[in-house]
């Protein structure tokens, strides 16, 4: 039965990105697309002293430029970047209070988060045992809350419409695109989606040390080197990036510009550090985001890859490509340009889905810095960038934990308007 | 100094609590515009009563966290409520001999 909401599609209309290899869309991209590595030594207040020495930081960021006080106070690091990147795809989408003021029920948010406010947390828990629990601000309730980002960006925008916050690892990232989808289909405008982490203080940095998979090594050089013989691990990053997802028609009739269609997802979970079980479970989610978005294996044109840093996760990676797309898997360029920012959490696949739009309007796939001698089956586009017609693009993203998601992007056409 | 809160000290502490730059003559002129218009909220107010209960070394009135405007908080931090309930005369007397050092 045709449902009135069917042939509701979303659309990519704007981009907001706070990375480490750039504060705003523009700079990250540029960094990207030339393969720069901004990986190096920590430099956070009170991490000088852990096992954690690189690290992808955040260093060209204040936070006082783009948003108000009375937010940032109230606020940790985390939503800092999720308010400044959702500010930027605001205005990369050029949708303004004007446009929503008269239906702001038409506009949602969703973010995924990994961690929380772990600085804000670390902050007001030293007071409840340095000086006492009188002394615990009542800000704590909100800031170190996983979906602090979500309602602060709604309450701050004013968007009225459907909101909601996932908490699926990783790949969260992912499924938070895949929800605003959904929320798009049944009926709202725009929705406000993507991630953003800030893992890099001591509270924070102590809790990833018990992964066995984060890179201890020292050397910014070879700390991530996904899909070689040298890999010995991940290394963590800061910031994300937001994304303004809208349905299609409602974005061309305010003379937005449609980006790329979010064609297709699927995400399955194969339980924590169980690597060599990823490969089907990616398999799974690679063919159920095909099936999602009609898609073809032949018709993907570019592999953004979740590029682990561990030999086994590596390996399950190359195979449940070749799993899901047959033997053309070692033909299609496959790309992490996440080996030059770090990995930021549930920040890391959005900002592949950011750059996987950027890429397919660049018609270029950027490589993968500080990865050299490739050592599984696939075409990995290392070095410099490589000019290429791009249709259609994959993201993939696991998670520590086990989830597995699998996302189809497809360019929009230029518009003949 | 005693512990008598300004509307000076009521604006700095908006300011370093909750983030918002309020000027103190313009609540003085208009003592009926509530926290709320200020951007102040219920969870900024609760801050500003934990500071000062920390500073003064004493619980303010239970009501003064659900103040509406910067004068019925004044008012009830500093003793001249005219609703002064049974506790609050406690208070008042407590108060009466505490000072604040270095504030």
């Known amino acids: 039965m045709n449902s009135p909401h069917e042939h509701r599609h979303s659309v990519v209309t704007g981009i907001g990105v706070i990375a480490p290899n750039g504060a705003n869309t523009e700079a990250f991209w540029k960094a990207t697309k030339e393969g720069i590595s901004v990986l190096d030594a920590v430099t956070r207040e009170g991490c000088g002293d852990l096992p954690l020495k690189v690290a992808g930081e955040v260093r060209d960021f204040d936070p006082g430029e783009l948003i108000e006080e009375r937010f940032l106070v109230q606020t940790d690091r985390f939503t800092h970047f999720a308010m400044a990147a959702a500010n930027l795809a605001l ?12 239906s702001p029920f038409a506009v949602g948010v969703v973010t995924a988060a990994g961690s929380g406010g772990g600085e804000f947390g670390q902050r007001e828990l030293q007071r409840l045992w340095g000086q006492g629990s009188r002394y615990v601000g ?47 289909r049944r009926g709202t405008d725009a929705v406000v989606v993507g991630a953003a982490e800030a893992p890099l203080a ?25 899909f070689t013989d040298a890999a010995c691990g991940f290394v963590p990053a800061e910031g994300g990036a937001m994304l303004v997802v809208e349905e299609r028609s409602a ?85 992490a340009p996440k080996t030059g920012i770090g990995r930021a959490y549930c920040g890391a696949p959005v900002l592949d889905i950011a750059a996987a739009v950027l890429a397919m309007e660049s018609s270029v796939v950027p490589p993968t810095p500080n990865v050299i001698d490739v050592s599984v089956d696939l075409d990995v586009v290392t070095g410099r960038s490589r000019a290429a017609e791009l249709r259609t693009a994959l ?23 | 100094m005693t512990d008598r809160l300004t509307l000076d000290e009521l604006a700095a502490l908006m300011k370093s609590a909750a983030g918002l730059t309020v000027d103190p003559a313009e609540m003085a ?62 208070a008042r007397a407590a108060s009466d001999t505490v000072t604040t050092t270095g504030a």
């Not at chain 1, 001591?202 to 996904?226: F, H, I, K, N, T």
């Not at chain 1, 974005?251 to 490969?279: D, Y």
């Open chain 1, 395 to 417: 993201v993939l993203s696991r998670g520590l934990m086990g989830s597995n998601a699998a996302m189809v992007l497809r360019r929009c056409d230029k518009s003949p308007s």
């Open chain 1, 91 to 102: 205005d990369d989408a050029l949708l303004g209070r004007a446009d929503y003021n008269r």
């Open chain 1, 251 to 335: 974005a061309e009739e305010r003379g937005a510009r449609p980006r790329a269609v979010l064609a297709g997802h699927a995400a399955t979970f194969t339980g924590a550090a169980l690597w060599e079980e990823s490969r089907q479970g990616l398999a799974h989610a690679i063919e159920g985001a095909l099936a999602d978005a009609g898609c073809a294996p032949e018709e993907i044109d570019v592999v953004f890859a979740d590029a682990l840093g561990v030999a086994a996760a590596d390996r399950a990676e190359a195979l449940a490509l070749t799993d899901a797309l047959g033997g053309r898997a070692g033909r299609i360029p496959v790309t």
């Open chain 1, 202 to 226: 001591p509270y924070s940095v102590v809790c990833q040390l018990g992964y066995e998979d984060l890179s201890r090594c020292a050397d910014p050089a070879r700390a991530y080197r996904p």
């Open chain 1, 138 to 184: 009542p800000y704590q309730s909100i800031a170190w809350f996983y979906a602090a980002s979500t309602g602060q960006i709604s309450i701050r925008g004013g968007f009225k419409g459907p909101c909601g916050v996932v908490a699926s690892d990783e790949a969260g990232g992912l499924d938070a695109l895949a929800h605003a989808a959904r929320t798009i």
């Open chain 2, 29 to 90: 002129d208009r003592p009926d515009t509530t926290f709320a218009e200020y951007g102040l909220d219920s969870l900024g107010l609760l801050g500003i009563v934990g500071e000062l209960e920390n500073r003064f070394g004493r619980p303010l009135p239970t009501d003064a966290e659900r103040a509406k405007t910067p004068r019925d908080f004044l008012d009830l931090v500093n003793g001249n409520s005219d609703s002064s309930g049974p506790g609050r005369g406690t």
